[in-house]
C-alpha cells in the first residue's frame, strides 16, 4: 500500500505539480477543494481522475475534521491561501481567516485526528517584506509588507507552535516568487508573458503594469514543489528557504519576455497606478544554502529559460 496524504490548494499552481508528484511516487493523493459553481479544473484536468476529491474549506474546521478522518494522511501539504498579495488589501480580513486562522484549522483537525501525520506548511518570502537583510535566510526577520505577508506570518509561527507545543512533525517551507505556464493570470510573470503573447497575436495592444523597479527571485514551480515533498522525508522537522538566490526586475522580466516574440516592451507598455501597491516589496533575495545541503534540493529551470516557456505557452494557448 502506498502512503496517503492530503494536499489542500490543490487545484491551484502548486497542488497541481506537486499533485503530479505524488501520484509518480505512488501515493494515494486526497484534494481538498471548495465549491465554486465552475470546477476550477484548468491545472488538475489531466490527473482529476487519479485524485480523491474532498470537498472543504479551510474556514471550515468541520470539513477539515472530515478531510483528514476519510484521507488518513501520512502527510498533509497546506497549500490553499488567499494567495494574491494584490488582493489582501481590498479583502484585509479574509485573507486573515483563509491564510492565518486557516492554518490552526487545519492544524487542529490533524492534531485531533491523525497527530502522527507529517504536516507541510506554505510559507513564503513576503514574509521577510522590507527585509532586514539581504539574501534573506531561514534566521532573517520578518517584516511583512501586506496583508497578505501578515497572514503568513501567523500561518508560519503557529505551525512552528505546534511542532514545540505538541511534537508533530510540522515543517514551514519559505518559499521564494515561483511561476510556471499554469500561473493565476493576474500574477506579474504570467500577466505579462500572457501580454506579449496576445500583442504579438494582435489579439490586444498595450499592457498596464505597476512599479517596473520591484525586484523578485522567480524559480520554477515545478522545481519547488520537490522541496516541499523533500522536507517531509527528513527526520526532524525543520522550517527551510528555498530560492534561487538570484533577483531581477519586472523591467527585466517584460524585456525578456517581449523580446522572445520580437517585440519592444517600451512600445506597449503603461504605466497605472492602479497596479501599483499601498506598500511595496522592493527587493527579495533568498539563500537556500540550507535546503541544497540537507534536502539535497536543486534548482532545474532558470529564469529566462522559464519566461521563454511561459511565452510559448501563451502564445500556444491565445492561438
Ligand atoms: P494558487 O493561488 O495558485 O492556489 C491557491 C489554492 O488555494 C487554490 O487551489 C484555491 O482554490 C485554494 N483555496 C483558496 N482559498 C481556499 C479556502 N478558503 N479553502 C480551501 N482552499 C482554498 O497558489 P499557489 O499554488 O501559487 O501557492 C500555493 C501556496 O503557496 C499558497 O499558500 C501560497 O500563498 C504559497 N506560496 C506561493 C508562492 C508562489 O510563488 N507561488 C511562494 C510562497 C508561498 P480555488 O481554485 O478554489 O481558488
Ligand atoms: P508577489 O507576486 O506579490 O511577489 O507574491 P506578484 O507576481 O503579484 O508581484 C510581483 C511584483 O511585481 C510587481 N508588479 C505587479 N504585480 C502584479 N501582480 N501586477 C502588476 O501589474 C504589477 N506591476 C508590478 C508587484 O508590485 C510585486 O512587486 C507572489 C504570490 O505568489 C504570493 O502568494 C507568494 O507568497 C509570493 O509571491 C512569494
Not at 170 to 195: D, M, Q, W, Y
Request: proline residues 4%; hydrophobic residues 40%; charged residues 25%.
Amino acid at each position: 500500500m502506498g502512503k496517503s496524504t492530503l494536499v489542500t490548494g490543490i487545484t491551484g499552481q502548486d497542488g497541481s505539480y506537486l499533485a503530479e508528484l505524488l501520484l509518480d511516487k505512488g501515493y494515494k493523493v486526497y484534494g481538498l477543494r471548495r465549491r465554486t459553481s465552475m470546477p476550477m479544473m484548468e491545472n488538475i484536468g489531466h490527473i482529476a481522475k487519479e485524485i480523491e476529491f474532498i470537498d472543504g474549506d479551510l474556514m471550515d474546521k468541520g470539513s477539515l475534521d472530515y478531510a483528514v478522518k476519510v484521507s488518513r494522511p501520512d502527510e498533509v501539504y497546506n497549500l490553499a491561501a488567499q494567495s494574491f498579495v494584490g488582493s489582501s488589501w481590498d479583502q484585509p480580513a479574509l485573507t486573515g481567516q483563509i491564510t492565518a486562522i486557516g492554518v490552526t484549522n487545519i492544524l487542529e483537525a490533524v492534531r485531533l485526528n491523525k497527530p502522527d501525520a507529517r504536516f507541510y506548511q506554505a510559507s513564503s518570502s513576503e514574509m521577510f517584506g522590507k527585509a532586514v537583510e539581504t539574501p534573506q535566510k531561514e534566521t532573517t526577520p520578518f517584516y511583512p509588507r501586506s496583508p497578505y505577508g501578515v497572514a503568513k506570518v501567523y500561518g508560519h509561527w503557529i505551525t512552528v507552535n505546534y511542532r514545540e507545543s505538541y511534537n508533530m512533525f510540522a515543517c514551514s517551507g519559505i518559499l521564494f516568487n515561483h511561476e510556471s505556464p499554469r500561473r493565476g493570470l493576474e500574477f506579474v510573470t504570467r500577466k505579462v508573458t500572457n501580454a506579449a503573447a496576445r500583442i504579438k497575436l494582435g489579439l490586444q495592444d498595450e499592457l498596464r503594469m505597476g512599479n517596473l523597479d520591484a525586484k523578485r527571485d522567480w524559480g520554477f514551480a515545478g522545481d519547488y514543489v520537490k522541496a516541499m515533498w523533500l522536507m517531509l522525508q527528513q527526520e526532524q522537522p525543520e522550517d527551510f528557504v528555498v530560492s534561487t538566490g538570484e533577483t531581477h526586475t519586472v523591467e527585466t522580466l517584460i524585456e525578456i519576455a517581449f523580446s522572445h516574440v520580437n517585440l519592444n516592451w517600451r512600445d506597449y507598455v503603461v504605466i497605472d497606478p492602479k497596479f501599483v501597491r499601498p506598500a511595496e516589496v522592493d527587493l527579495l533575495l533568498g539563500d537556500s544554502t540550507k535546503a541544497k545541503e540537507k534536502l539535497g534540493w536543486k534548482l532545474e529551470v532558470g529564469f529566462e529559460e522559464m519566461i521563454r516557456m511561459m511565452v510559448e505557452n501563451d502564445l500556444r494557448l491565445n492561438r
